[in-house]
């Protein structure tokens, strides 16, 4: 079992820049995938990021394209979110969650609140 607590969010206005971050312990193996997920009010929950514990590939939904950097630090047990460019329709609570990938997701943090004002 993975925990993860999230912090770094905040109200910020558009087109400012926030640096969410993600503080991973217990069993975290190398395999493993590491992701940012939003839920707005009223909308689904949506992965905006993920990497692969190890290292090497990345993916982003296409709305985040250019503006968000997903990122890891091993030494810290640490995922990053660095997000720039922020836009009113990025408010939503951001959570990290990690998992075996094929879709699954087994751990998840209780999310960070990411308010963008116009």
């Known amino acids: 079992q993975v925990q993860l607590v999230e912090s770094g969010g905040g109200l910020v206005q558009a087109g400012g820049s926030l640096r969410l971050s993600c503080a991973a312990s217990g069993r975290i193996f190398s395999n493993y995938l590491m992701g940012w997920c939003r839920q707005a009010p009223g909308k689904e929950r949506e992965f905006v990021a993920v990497i692969r514990w190890s290292g090497g590939s990345t993916y982003y939904t296409d709305s985040v394209k250019g503006r968000f950097t997903i990122s890891r630090d091993n030494a810290k047990n640490t995922v990053y979110l660095q997000i720039n460019s922020l836009k009113p329709e990025d408010t939503a609570v951001y959570y990290c969650?990690?998992?075996?990938?094929?879709?699954?997701?087994?751990?998840w943090g209780q999310g960070t609140q990411v308010t963008v004002s116009s």
């Open positions: 969650a990690a998992g075996p990938g094929g879709g699954e997701w087994s751990d």
